[in-house]
């Protein structure tokens, strides 16, 4: 969950791959009017395909144009993910979750105060108000002009630092979310 102001917010998965509905219906192509014709959605990942998408940001998530001719559309089920908290957006300095682990679940995260076994120079004042660095073994990317999603150090003598598992949000950037798009069903 993400609060920006007074608004609260869940968001989706990247990779969905889906393309059935909740009810198990097939989706509907996005470049394709049959059996409904579809509204058009640039961009937002809609394309030549039947993957369920959130091309008008419905709050209940994904969905898509069936096949069913008595359906037009319906939602896919897919499970939320929280902004920046099972995901990370941009190169991760904003990432706040609680992944411990790097990639590959072979390193411990090493505490961002501890300087044992690898000294650094993240742990101060500056880099835990604006990456989230602390007294925690937490994914952070404190260090966003080298380094590309977030990391740790480790626990681990031999290994300095490593990436940590965490999927890429669905966009890059919240100024996608804010935006309308209009009801589902053909434009008039």
Request: glycine share 8%.
């Amino acid at each position: 969950t993400v609060t920006t102001g007074t608004a609260t917010k869940q968001w989706y998965q990247r990779r969905v791959r889906g393309s059935k509905t909740q009810k198990g219906v097939t989706c509907q192509n996005w470049r394709s009017n049959y059996p409904h014709r579809v509204n058009s959605y640039s961009g937002h990942g809609i394309g030549n395909h039947n993957y369920c998408r959130n091309p008008d940001n419905d709050q209940n998530g994904p969905w898509c144009y069936t096949s069913d001719p008595d359906r037009v559309w319906d939602y896919c089920g897919v499970p939320k993910c929280r902004w920046n908290i099972d995901c990370f957006t941009e190169l991760g300095q904003d990432y706040r979750g609680f992944q411990s682990r790097t990639v590959g679940n072979n390193y411990n995260c090493n505490d961002w105060y501890s300087n044992i076994p690898h000294p650094h120079s993240f742990d101060n004042a500056y880099n835990a108000q604006h990456y989230g660095v602390g007294h925690h073994r937490y994914c952070r990317n404190p260090d966003p002009s080298r380094e590309n999603r977030p990391w740790c150090y480790t626990t681990y003598l031999f290994k300095r630092w490593a990436y940590c598992d965490i999927p890429k949000c669905e966009f890059g950037s919240m100024d996608y979310f804010a935006r309308k798009h209009g009801p589902k069903g053909p434009s008039q």
